[in-house]
C-alpha cells in the first residue's frame, strides 16, 4: 500500500491542454474515484499514475518517491482495463499467473497467490477454463485477480464496469466494495458513472476540461458542492437549477418568490442561481402558492416517481413518493415550490457556490 500525490499535474498534446495543473493527494488505504464527462481527462489522469502516458507538467510520487521517470514496471501499481485484456488463449489460471511468470517468480509463490485470489473472487471452479466460456461478470473477476495477484502498492480502475449490463454492475460494486475492505490497498477508479463514484468511494474527485473541480467525500460533494457544475454533476435525477437574483431577501424568478432566511454569500440585487434537489422540490395543486406549471412526464420507478414539470423558467423534476401522487398525472396543472433546502450559485455556467442548506 502507499501515498498517490499529484503535484500540478499536467497533460498537452501539442498544443491542447487534456490536463491542467491538477493537485490531488490520495491517502494509504483510500479509495479515490476520478468522475466527470466523456474528455475531461480523468482516463488521461489515471494513465499518467500508470506511467502509460508521459506526464507534461508537474510531479507524481507514489510511496513518497518520485515517479514521473520511473517505467509503468517499476511503479508497483496494477491496472484493471475497461476491456478486461484476457489472453483468450490461456485459461483462468494462466492469464492470472501470466505476469508473474514473466518476472520469474517462484513456480510455488505463483501457485500460492493465484489459488489465494481465485479463493477470495470465488473463481476456484473456473481456473481451467478459457475467457470465451465465461459471462462479462466472471471476465472482470478474472482481470481483477490478475491485478491482486502481483500485489501491488496501489490498484488502477479505468471504467471497469462499463462494459456489464445494469444487475451485474451492482453486483460488481458490491464486491469491488468488499475487496477493498478485504485488501486495504490503495484505489484510484475511473468511471464517468456518478452513481457508481458515490456507492464506491470513500472520496470524489471531479474534473471538468482537464481541471479539478473539487475532491471530498461523497456526502460532501452531495450536500456542498463547490460550483454549479459539480452540483449539476453530483446526484441523480440531476439538480435543478433556476436563474433569477436576490430581492428583498428573497430569491425572485420570473413571477415566483422564494423566501430565504440565509443568503449565505449572496448579495442583495445580485443575479444568481438557484439550485434544488429534485427531492427538495414540492409538487402541489394549483391552489398553493409557488410556480405554476404543467406536468410532461411522470417516471415510476417503484416506490418514488420522478415528475418532470414544465414550468415559464424551465422543465423542473421533482421526486414524489409513488403513493403520494394523488392527482398528480401527466397533463395535469400544478404549482411547485422548492423547501428552505436550496443552494445559491453565482451566475453563469459553472458559478461558485454562494450558500448551501443549513
Not at 7 to 28: E, F, H, I, P
Request: aromatic share 4%; proline share 4%; hydrophobic share 40%.
Amino acid at each position: 500500500m502507499a501515498t498517490v500525490e499529484l503535484r500540478d499535474v499536467g497533460k498537452l498534446y501539442g498544443d491542447t491542454r487534456a490536463v491542467q495543473g491538477v493537485n490531488l493527494s490520495v491517502a494509504d488505504g483510500e479509495f479515490l474515484v476520478l468522475v466527470g464527462p466523456s474528455g475531461c481527462g480523468k482516463s488521461t489522469l489515471l494513465r499518467m499514475v500508470a506511467g502509460l502516458e508521459e506526464i507534461s507538467e508537474g510531479e507524481l510520487r507514489i510511496g513518497g518517491s518520485r515517479a514521473n521517470e520511473k517505467a509503468p514496471r517499476d511503479r508497483d501499481v496494477a491496472m484493471v482495463f475497461q476491456s478486461y485484456a484476457l489472453y483468450p488463449h490461456m485459461t483462468v489460471r494462466q492469464n492470472m499467473a501470466f505476469g508473474l511468470k514473466v518476472r520469474k517468480e517462484d513456480p510455488a509463490e505463483i501457485a500460492r497467490r493465484v489459488n489465494d485470489a481465485a479463493r477470495m473472487l470465488e473463481l476456484e471452479p473456473l481456473l481451467d477454463r478459457l475467457p470465451k466460456a465465461m459471462s462479462g461478470g466472471q471476465r472482470q473477476r478474472v482481470a481483477l485477480g490478475r491485478a491482486i495477484v502481483r500485489q501491488p502498492e496501489v490498484f488502477l480502475f479505468d471504467e471497469p464496469l462499463s462494459n456489464l449490463d445494469a444487475a451485474l454492475r451492482t453486483q460488481m460494486r458490491g464486491e469491488l466494495k468488499a475487496l477493498h475492505a478485504q485488501l486495504g490497498s490503495t484505489m484510484l477508479y475511473v468511471t464517468h458513472d456518478q452513481v457508481e463514484a458515490m456507492t464506491l468511494a470513500d472520496r470524489i474527485a471531479v474534473l471538468r476540461l482537464g481541471v479539478l473541480q473539487q475532491a471530498g467525500t461523497p456526502r460532501e460533494l452531495f450536500e456542498r458542492p463547490a460550483n454549479r457544475f459539480v452540483a449539476g454533476f453530483i446526484g441523480s435525477p440531476a439538480m435543478n437549477f433556476i436563474e433569477g437574483q436576490i430581492e428583498d431577501g428573497a430569491f425572485a424568478a420570473g413571477s415566483a418568490t422564494f423566501p430565504l432566511s440565509d443568503l449565505g454569500e449572496a448579495t442583495e440585487g445580485g443575479a444568481c442561481t438557484l439550485g434544488v434537489r429534485p427531492h427538495e422540490l414540492l409538487v402541489q395543486g394549483t391552489d398553493a402558492a409557488g410556480l405554476s406549471g404543467r406536468v410532461g412526464l411522470v417516471e415510476p420507478t417503484g416506490w418514488e416517481s420522478m415528475v418532470h414539470v414544465d414550468t415559464d423558467l424551465g422543465r423542473l423534476v421533482a421526486r414524489v413518493e409513488t403513493r403520494a401522487l394523488g392527482t398528480i398525472a401527466e397533463g395535469s396543472a400544478v404549482t411547485v415550490r422548492p423547501s428552505e433546502a436550496v443552494h445559491l450559485f453565482a451566475s453563469g455556467e459553472t458559478g461558485a457556490a454562494l450558500r448551501h442548506p443549513a
